[in-house]
């Protein structure tokens, strides 16, 4: 493994060593990421709901995309027997048996491209509707707190006109859609462009990179010098993944900060305490969405952690920004 100098900057202090995974370099250059890394808010309740929305929406809208449009038995209602039988009745009135089994073949094989088609004109209008709130979700937020953040981006959707089926996506060329329809040129599909997001922003959300900028920043607003989410070399040899370094030379500090998205408990507190030991860094703390709801639990978790210089900030989200710097500075 390929060692690079790796310190936070303006360092006074003496060198960390390690790297940075690919993934996060190319996540943190994309620039949707930078400008929620930049906005100052991650830490807020309001940004958080609108970013986990959006995955939870792009989700949906990635199944409606991918999923396969055939029918199946839940497709095939009463009413639509029905309707057939009654069709069947009318068009084998003094046919022989085996006209009869042809026309109900032919009756149902009709009846399930019209079921099919039905489907994913639905599948479409649900599409439509979620990239709809989507955008409409991110417009008022960017009304609310006067912000000019992007975050979507949008990609094409070509339908078949017959079939609706979605014939391509991002990019259209002609061929034939699966109804058996030709499509040369893209004014004979119908169209839709879709707000989603980026691959780079899902990871930013789901891997909760947002937490750890957004405990960086707060570090580096008070004026540390911050690194975020790095491997680095600890004296024993072994790599650590850090969340958030944070070094201040004229406070005589060197902070390693972990970030937790759930409740913690006894075992990130030793494993910090480690971490600290193995890199010097003599302050840790520990950010974590949650609450530890047992009190005795809760009790022995802060007790382990200030008997080994290690603050904890719990329910980092319910704080507000001012607070945090308060908890952070004392
Ligand atoms: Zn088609």
Same mark, same amino acid.
């Given at each position: 493994?390929?060692? %690079?100098?790796?310190?936070?900057?303006? *360092?006074?202090?003496?060198?960390?060593?390690?790297?940075?995974? $690919?993934?996060?370099?190319?996540?943190?250059?994309?620039?949707? =990421?930078?400008?929620?890394?930049?906005?100052?808010?991650?830490?807020? *309740?309001?940004?958080?709901?609108?970013?986990?929305?959006?995955?939870?929406?792009?989700?949906?809208?990635?199944?409606?995309?991918?999923?396969?449009?055939?029918?199946?038995?839940?497709?095939?209602?009463?009413?639509?027997?029905?309707?057939?039988?009654?069709?069947?009745?009318?068009?084998?009135?003094?046919?022989?048996?085996?006209?009869?089994?042809?026309?109900?073949?032919?009756?149902?094989?009709?009846?399930?491209?019209?079921? #099919?088609?039905?489907?994913?004109?639905?599948?479409?209008?649900?599409?439509?509707?979620?990239?709809?709130?989507?955008?409409?979700?991110? $417009?008022?937020?960017?009304?609310?707190?006067?912000?000019?953040? $992007?975050?979507?981006?949008?990609?094409?959707?070509?339908?078949?006109?017959?079939?609706?089926?979605?014939?391509?996506?991002?990019?259209?060329?002609?061929?034939?859609?699966?109804?058996?329809?030709?499509?040369?040129?893209?004014?004979?599909?119908?169209?839709?462009?879709? #707000?989603?997001?980026?691959?780079?922003?899902?990871?930013? =959300?789901? %891997?909760?990179?947002?937490?750890?900028?957004?405990?960086?920043?707060?570090?580096?607003?008070?004026?540390? %010098?911050?690194?975020?989410?790095?491997?680095?070399?600890?004296?024993?040899? =072994?790599?650590?993944?850090?969340?958030?370094?944070?070094?201040?030379?004229? *406070?005589?500090?060197?902070?390693?900060?972990?970030?937790?998205?759930?409740?913690?408990?006894? $075992?990130?507190?030793?494993?910090?305490?480690?971490?600290?030991?193995?890199?010097?860094?003599?302050?840790?703390?520990?950010?974590?969405?949650? =609450?530890?709801?047992?009190?005795?639990?809760?009790?022995?978790?802060?007790?382990?952690?200030?008997?080994?210089?290690?603050?904890?900030?719990?329910?980092?989200?319910?704080?507000?920004?001012?607070?945090?710097?308060?908890?952070?500075?004392?």
């Amino acid at each position: 493994m390929k060692l %690079n100098l790796l310190n936070p900057r303006g *360092k006074r202090w003496p060198d960390f060593y390690g790297d940075r995974s $690919s993934i996060r370099n190319r996540v943190e250059s994309n620039p949707a =990421v930078k400008e929620l890394i930049d906005c100052g808010l991650l830490l807020t *309740k309001e940004l958080n709901t609108l970013l986990l929305g959006f995955l939870i929406k792009n989700r949906r809208i990635q199944e409606l995309i991918t999923a396969p449009t055939t029918i199946n038995d839940k497709d095939w209602s009463e009413k639509d027997t029905t309707e057939v039988i009654k069709i069947y009745d009318e068009q084998t009135i003094g046919k022989s048996k085996d006209e009869g089994k042809k026309i109900l073949t032919h009756l149902i094989d009709n009846h399930q491209k019209k079921i #099919a088609s039905e489907k994913r004109k639905k599948r479409k209008v649900e599409i439509k509707s979620i990239s709809d709130d989507l955008e409409d979700e991110l $417009s008022n937020f960017r009304t609310l707190k006067n912000l000019n953040i $992007s975050t979507l981006i949008h990609t094409n959707l070509y339908y078949c006109p017959d079939c609706a089926e979605i014939f391509r996506k991002d990019t259209f060329y002609s061929g034939k859609c699966y109804c058996g329809k030709q499509l040369s040129r893209v004014s004979e599909t119908n169209q839709d462009s879709i #707000a989603c997001i980026s691959d780079d922003v899902e990871i930013f =959300v789901k %891997n909760n990179m947002w937490l750890e900028h957004g405990v960086e920043r707060q570090f580096s607003i008070n004026g540390y %010098n911050t690194a975020c989410g790095v491997n680095i070399m600890g004296s024993s040899g =072994v790599s650590h993944e850090v969340d958030v370094l944070a070094e201040s030379a004229s *406070k005589n500090k060197r902070i390693i900060g972990e970030c937790k998205n759930r409740e913690i408990d006894i $075992s990130d507190v030793f494993k910090l305490y480690g971490q600290m030991a193995d890199t010097g860094c003599n302050i840790g703390f520990i950010f974590s969405t949650g =609450v530890v709801q047992d009190p005795q639990k809760s009790r022995q978790v802060f007790r382990l952690a200030s008997s080994k210089n290690i603050r904890i900030i719990d329910g980092i989200l319910e704080n507000t920004s001012e607070r945090l710097n308060e908890l952070i500075l004392n």
